[in-house]
């Protein structure tokens, strides 16, 4: 009877337990082929609580007793692109069913190929990276003595690929330069506008692809790093950079309608590591305007301190020896914001403006925080181009941007450690624009600034063709308006393209009264 009595109070708790947890039952499927994928690690966390499962043959699995709740999810195995769920969330219950969770992952992509010189011999040890666009750091590999190269665990994209030869000894160049092989990107070009996109899809094994390396006239860039005082700065980094074709990106940032294009970022073509001494040498640089940034950490008693300085270099027939490059220790920018005509509203108002570096060039995009105030770290100092974000719906833009009693939005000024605390000056975005779609694939309009200044903060909404829109919550201004059959952020369009659709675009101007109307014919995103 002992025995008996126990095994009943068992099986009561057990059930008691049962009542007050959930659980999850859930299928990962393999995206491409459909087929379950087993062995795949599933861990289900929230406040307080978190469970792991692995996948069984057909890709099952299941998780018992677990506390009710909000849950989010991460799925990783070798061989698949990591998977993390986090909205909708995974609502788990105390009831008798299972939470139902069917997730499909795909498997990561490849990439082979090989580098040759210019007469189709394999070229050995020459370092290949996959650019993507939007600035991500690149894949990087050094070809083996067939000339091969391959890149795994590649996430899908539109990425450009580039060989970097060893450089040769820094003997001095002749007149017309010396002829060496140079960074080229596939198939056969050294301007990054001429080279060939790359469209990598899940589980893609791609192959073939072949570099055939250039060779041109190539001259030395030789100088030094300094500090503040004027002293060697040992080991710092230097990068050489292409200005040439200016410094722009894919799409990005986007939230809640905003889009920036042509992201001002640095695209480096190659860096060197300054020496004890802080000299440095670029042995092969071809002709064109460059840019050189120096990176270094100063050590002070206090610890370390971060330093950076840049200089433009143009080559055309001859060496260049000799430059200095002095750092500078790089600033935090500050502020205080003011939110004008302020309406009604629950949650707390928002506001941000853009600091493009026209030095460089980069961009940085930059929120007050709900208290008012304005803080941007690590800045270089130099010329920044200061402008308003125009939205998103919720959101304020600067109207006014005061450093000391000058008015600098829309400007170029300069900014340092020296500069004052900036006054933001917030006003609500009441403008909206409506119109309609001619027949065809729509898939975004985009409102862009009125001129094109890179790099452009524009809004974009959804649309479908031969239905009416509405763009509300823009800010006051000049806009051309376009619709698009589709926006790929993994291709970016150069600054002529937007420039020729801009030549028939139907413009608009946006105030605080009524709404700006515009009818829309359909323009073709860039393959």
Same mark, same amino acid.
């Given at each position: /009877?002992?025995?008996?009595?126990?095994?009943?109070?068992?099986?009561?708790?057990?059930?008691?337990?049962?009542?007050?947890?959930?659980?999850?039952?859930?299928?990962?499927?393999?995206?491409?082929?459909?087929?379950?994928?087993?062995? /795949?690690?599933?861990?289900? #966390?929230?406040?307080?609580?978190?469970?792991?499962?692995?996948?069984?043959?057909?890709?099952?699995?299941?998780?018992?007793?677990?506390?009710?709740?909000?849950?989010?999810?991460?799925?990783?195995? %070798?061989?698949?692109?990591?998977?993390?769920?986090?909205?909708?969330?995974? /609502?788990?219950?105390?009831?008798?069913?299972?939470?139902?969770?069917?997730?499909?992952?795909?498997?990561?992509?490849?990439?082979?190929?090989?580098?040759?010189? =210019?007469?189709?011999?394999?070229?050995?040890?020459?370092?290949?990276?996959?650019?993507?666009?939007?600035? %991500?750091?690149?894949?990087?590999?050094?070809?083996?003595?067939?000339?091969?190269?391959?890149?795994?665990?590649?996430?899908?994209?539109?990425?450009?690929?580039?060989?970097?030869?060893?450089?040769?000894?820094?003997?001095?160049?002749?007149?017309?330069?010396?002829?060496?092989?140079?960074?080229?990107?596939?198939?056969?070009?050294?301007?990054?506008?001429?080279? %060939?996109?790359?469209?990598?899809?899940?589980?893609?094994?791609?192959?073939?692809?072949?570099?055939?390396?250039?060779?041109?006239?190539?001259?030395?860039?030789?100088?030094?790093?300094?500090?503040?005082?004027?002293?060697?700065?040992?080991?710092?980094?230097?990068?050489?950079?292409?200005?040439?074709?200016?410094?722009?990106?894919?799409?990005?940032?986007?939230?809640?309608?905003?889009?920036?294009?042509?992201?001002?970022?640095?695209?480096?073509?190659?860096?060197?590591?300054?020496?004890?001494?802080?000299?440095?040498?670029?042995?092969? +640089?071809?002709?064109?305007? #460059?840019?050189?940034?120096?990176?270094?950490?100063?050590?002070?008693?206090?610890?370390?301190?971060?330093?950076?300085?840049?200089?433009?270099?143009?080559?055309?027939?001859?060496?260049?020896?000799?430059?200095?490059?002095?750092?500078?220790?790089?600033?935090?920018?500050?502020?205080?914001?003011?939110?004008?005509?302020?309406?009604?509203?629950?949650?707390?108002?928002?506001?941000?403006?853009?600091?493009?570096?026209?030095?460089?060039?980069?961009?940085?995009?930059?929120?007050?925080?709900?208290?008012?105030?304005?803080?941007?770290?690590?800045?270089?100092?130099?010329?920044?181009?200061? %402008?308003?974000?125009?939205?998103?719906?919720?959101?304020?833009?600067?109207?006014?941007?005061?450093?000391?009693?000058?008015?600098?939005?829309?400007?170029?000024?300069?900014?340092?450690?020296?500069?004052?605390?900036?006054?933001?000056?917030?006003?609500?975005?009441?403008?909206? +624009?409506?119109?309609?779609?001619?027949?065809?694939?729509?898939?975004?309009? +985009?409102?862009?600034?009125? =001129?094109?200044?890179?790099? /452009?903060?524009?809004?974009?909404?959804?649309?479908?063709?031969?239905?009416?829109?509405?763009?509300?919550? +823009?800010?006051?201004?000049?806009?051309?308006?376009?619709?698009?059959?589709?926006?790929?952020?993994?291709?970016?369009?150069?600054?002529?393209?937007?420039?020729?659709?801009?030549?028939?675009?139907?413009?608009?101007?946006?105030?605080?009264?009524?709404?700006?109307?515009?009818?829309?014919?359909?323009?073709?995103?860039?393959?």
């Amino acid at each position: /009877m002992r025995i008996r009595a126990a095994s009943v109070l068992l099986f009561a708790a057990a059930a008691l337990r049962a009542q007050d947890t959930g659980s999850v039952a859930g299928t990962v499927i393999n995206s491409l082929s459909g087929a379950g994928i087993p062995g /795949m690690n599933v861990l289900l #966390w929230t406040k307080g609580a978190q469970y792991q499962a692995t996948t069984d043959d057909n890709g099952d699995f299941r998780v018992e007793e677990m506390a009710p709740g909000s849950y989010r999810a991460r799925f990783e195995r %070798e061989g698949f692109i990591p998977f993390q769920r986090d909205q909708p969330p995974l /609502m788990v219950a105390a009831t008798g069913d299972p939470a139902r969770l069917r997730v499909e992952i795909s498997p990561y992509a490849t990439l082979r190929g090989r580098v040759v010189d =210019p007469d189709s011999k394999p070229a050995a040890d020459v370092e290949v990276e996959l650019r993507a666009p939007r600035g %991500e750091a690149p894949f990087s590999a050094i070809t083996g003595a067939d000339g091969a190269f391959t890149f795994d665990r590649l996430s899908p994209g539109s990425f450009l690929l580039f060989a970097i030869p060893k450089t040769p000894s820094d003997a001095p160049a002749g007149e017309g330069g010396r002829i060496s092989l140079v960074p080229t990107y596939f198939p056969s070009v050294e301007e990054r506008a001429q080279a %060939e996109k790359i469209l990598v899809t899940a589980g893609a094994g791609l192959t073939g692809y072949e570099i055939r390396l250039r060779a041109a006239p190539v001259y030395r860039i030789r100088g030094a790093v300094v500090d503040e005082s004027g002293k060697p700065a040992p080991r710092a980094t230097v990068a050489l950079i292409s200005t040439k074709e200016g410094m722009s990106s894919a799409p990005g940032y986007t939230q809640a309608g905003v889009v920036l294009f042509g992201i001002l970022r640095e695209e480096t073509e190659t860096g060197v590591t300054a020496g004890d001494d802080g000299r440095f040498t670029f042995s092969s +640089v071809r002709s064109g305007p #460059w840019r050189l940034l120096a990176r270094y950490q100063s050590r002070t008693s206090d610890g370390s301190a971060p330093l950076s300085g840049a200089i433009a270099a143009s080559i055309a027939d001859h060496d260049l020896d000799d430059l200095q490059i002095r750092l500078e220790p790089l600033f935090t920018l500050t502020g205080t914001s003011e939110f004008k005509d302020d309406p009604a509203r629950e949650e707390p108002r928002r506001g941000g403006i853009l600091l493009t570096n026209t030095d460089m060039p980069a961009s940085v995009v930059t929120f007050s925080k709900p208290d008012g105030t304005l803080r941007v770290p690590d800045l270089m100092p130099g010329l920044y181009r200061i %402008e308003a974000i125009p939205g998103p719906v919720g959101t304020d833009s600067a109207s006014s941007v005061l450093m000391g009693e000058r008015q600098v939005l829309g400007q170029v000024v300069q900014l340092s450690a020296a500069t004052p605390p900036l006054r933001v000056a917030y006003s609500a975005n009441t403008g909206i +624009v409506r119109g309609s779609v001619a027949n065809g694939e729509c898939d975004r309009i +985009v409102l862009l600034p009125n =001129p094109l200044v890179q790099p /452009m903060p524009a809004r974009t909404q959804p649309c479908q063709a031969g239905s009416l829109f509405e763009i509300a919550g +823009v800010a006051p201004g000049q806009y051309y308006v376009v619709a698009f059959d589709r926006m790929d952020r993994t291709v970016w369009p150069d600054e002529a393209f937007l420039r020729s659709i801009t030549q028939n675009a139907p413009t608009v101007q946006v105030g605080q009264g009524p709404a700006a109307a515009v009818q829309l014919t359909i323009t073709h995103w860039p393959d």
